[in-house]
């Protein structure tokens, strides 16, 4: 069954259309409640409106540069030595490594998001005709500020009275696209008709905000954790986690993982909204702790984001006294209650060991989109339809999907794996957050690397993630920067074992560099908290094109950003071709990447000076 959250406005020129009548099986689609108020809408205020403030002016108080350029020279750093560098030992690396570079993907989705209280409004956008600027600013908050922002708001605003106002509120239906911003509370909608005769939708909960005509951030729903069907002794590890409060897709998600019937999940949200947890703790409920059969699958792309996953999946399930392991490389452990994967280690041991498939319920896969892109990755994709068709009684095992992105064909291909599945998605143009400011700069190719280095000296807020294209390029780039002094390290599928590339992400996670030089291996999934910037040394590519692939530039730009965390995104420009794809960007993603004309300005853009930089680190 899909449960289509497509845009009703699609039905009146929109790009998204309707649920096949076939396919949501005779459920009413009818028009959602839609609310329109004097105020401005939503969207206008933040994005590229005219009314639009330049960026970031509504984002903390400018104080002026923070660090001086003895200061940022004065780096503690101390270079690492370069890594000696071996052979692939292990299977699995190679196999992983060369298909991290850039993926061509062009895609639409529909939404889910249009709820979303983000404040985007106070992220001004580019005005028309203004001239572009940047206007830097140093709020690198370590919370998350819509959550303690929207959870103040609630309570300045007594219920009753956001209920008359909403009820006050002028209402036009049916108004052409482009009239005004669209607002739409589809919620109910959804609710109602994916859960049937449980009715989950309570208008009081909308909380609904006429000053943003929406009802909850993607970093905040409006219920509790002890609302979702989750038991007592997951809801103490949840507790424990310190999550205060589920975030939307984690609302979303679980309650529609947990209904009656256990049926297939595609789920998109953006990067940094939680989804991890949603699947984590969604698949969690469904173990039984007294079966000690392996009953959840977790499979991902890279040997990283397994262990990541495995992590996550032990912050919950170790309360709760599930056994869970990690199938990274060979010879592990393969009997945990859940068993966390690389795709590459997966289908080894699948073809060695046998895992027991017995007592298999769900099977996860996270970043779902590039696992199953037959495109880029013919083999995975047949390993893992041959898994799916054969591995496991179809009607025994929930399939769950998580990406922040999805192409038209990877759905199609999804759809025609799994037949009708549930559905969780968000609009195209939703998906960048608005917690990440995007700069470029430009520079010419013969001194792109110096100029490189001297950017990630000014990076003294937080740590950084640098993505180079192809892992030769990486090495240069990381020979150079290493041997100036900088405490960087390196991480690529190629060339590096398992054992050196686990020792790495630890070092960094630990907070022993102050940036990580990698491939399109880490561009997905990865999550740490103190990355503050991302630096695309080289623009992502779609390959054997001179495109630029804007699935990537998305991921990689999120790994900035986590849980409404402020981010930077820098990209290095050294053509004007190159700056004109960059360009394009700002159409598809509804942003702004501005110029930043010379390397002192960035003291202010990411700058917080000798000691914030010492303070990250040590922090981590
Ligand atoms: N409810 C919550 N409250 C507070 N923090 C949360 C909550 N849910 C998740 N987080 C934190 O938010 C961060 C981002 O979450 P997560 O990694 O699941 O994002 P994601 O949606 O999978 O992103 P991506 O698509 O980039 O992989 C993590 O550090 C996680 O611990």
Not at 5 to 18: F, L, Q, R, T, V
Not at 156 to 173: G, I, M
Not at 211 to 224: G, L, V
Not at 338 to 348: D, H, M, N
Request: glycine share 8%; proline share 4%.
């Amino acid at each position: 069954m899909i449960y289509d959250n497509s845009d009703p406005w699609g039905a009146e020129g929109g790009s998204s259309a309707k649920p096949d009548a076939e396919e949501s099986k005779g459920q009413s689609w009818e028009t959602a409640d839609y609310a329109r108020t004097e105020r401005r809408p939503r969207r206008s205020r933040g994005r590229r409106g005219t009314e639009g403030g330049r960026r970031g002016e509504s984002r903390g108080r400018w104080r002026g540069p923070s660090s001086t350029r003895e200061e940022s020279k004065g780096q503690p750093w101390k270079s690492r030595e370069p890594r000696q560098e071996e052979p692939s030992a292990d299977p699995w690396t190679a196999e992983e490594s060369h298909k991290e570079e850039s993926r061509g993907q062009s895609w639409e989705a529909t939404d889910y998001s249009h709820t979303d209280r983000h404040p985007r409004g106070s992220r001004s956008r580019r005005g028309h005709g203004e001239e572009r600027k940047f206007k830097p600013r140093h709020d690198h908050d370590e919370e998350p500020r819509e959550t303690s922002e929207h959870h103040e708001e609630s309570h300045d605003h007594p219920h009753e009275e956001r209920k008359r106002s909403y009820k006050d509120t002028p209402r036009k239906k049916g108004p052409k696209r482009g009239e005004f911003e669209k607002v739409k509370i589809k919620r109910r909608r959804f609710f109602e008709n994916s859960h049937g005769k449980e009715v989950l939708y309570r208008e009081e909960d909308e909380q609904f905000d006429p000053e943003t005509h929406s009802a909850q951030t993607h970093f905040r729903a409006n219920k509790d954790w002890d609302e979702l069907p989750i038991p007592q002794n997951l809801l103490a590890a949840i507790e424990q986690a310190g999550f205060p409060f589920p975030s939307k897709i984690q609302n979303f998600g679980i309650e529609v993982i947990l209904k009656e019937g256990y049926e297939n999940l595609l789920a998109q949200a953006p990067n940094g909204s939680g989804k991890t947890a949603t699947f984590v703790i969604g698949s969690l409920c469904r173990v039984d702790i007294n079966n000690p059969q392996t009953q959840v699958i977790c499979i991902n792309h890279t040997i990283e984001l397994a262990n990541q996953n495995f992590q996550e999946y032990k912050r919950f399930a170790d309360p709760c006294g599930i056994s869970v392991s990690v199938l990274s490389k060979g010879g592990e452990r393969i009997d945990g209650q859940v068993l966390v994967a690389s795709s590459g280690s997966f289908f080894k041991a699948l073809k060695t060991k046998s895992i027991n498939l017995e007592g298999l319920k769900v099977l996860v896969m996270d970043e779902a989109d590039h696992i199953l892109n037959k495109k880029d990755n013919l083999e995975n994709f047949k390993k893992i339809e041959d898994f799916i068709k054969t591995g496991f009684p179809r009607d025994q095992v929930q399939v769950l999907l998580f990406s922040a992105t999805y192409t038209d064909s990877v759905k199609t291909d999804i759809v025609q794996l799994l037949g009708n599945l549930n559905e969780i998605t968000i609009k195209k143009e939703d998906l960048m957050l608005d917690t990440i400011d995007h700069y470029y700069f430009r520079t010419p190719q013969s001194t792109k690397i110096d100029t490189f280095e001297q950017i990630l000296r000014k990076i003294t807020s937080g740590v950084s993630i640098a993505f180079v294209n192809t892992c030769n390029f990486a090495r240069t780039v990381y020979g150079v920067v290493s041997k100036k002094e900088w405490k960087c390290a390196l991480l690529m599928g190629q060339d590096m074992t398992v054992d050196e590339r686990n020792l790495t992400m630890n070092d960094f996670t630990e907070g022993k560099y102050a940036t990580l030089i990698t491939t399109n291996l880490l561009a997905r999934g990865i999550d740490n908290t103190k990355v503050k910037c991302v630096v695309n040394f080289d623009l992502p590519r779609i390959p054997k094109s001179r495109d630029i692939d804007d699935v990537l530039y998305l991921h990689r730009s999120g790994r900035c950003s986590r849980f409404g965390r402020h981010g930077v995104c820098i990209s290095l420009v050294t053509t004007d071709e190159e700056l004109a794809t960059l360009k394009t960007l700002e159409d598809s993603y509804n942003m702004e990447i501005a110029e930043v004309r010379s390397l002192d300005d960035f003291d202010a853009i990411v700058g917080g000076g000798e000691k914030a930089a010492e303070e990250a680190v040590k922090d981590l």
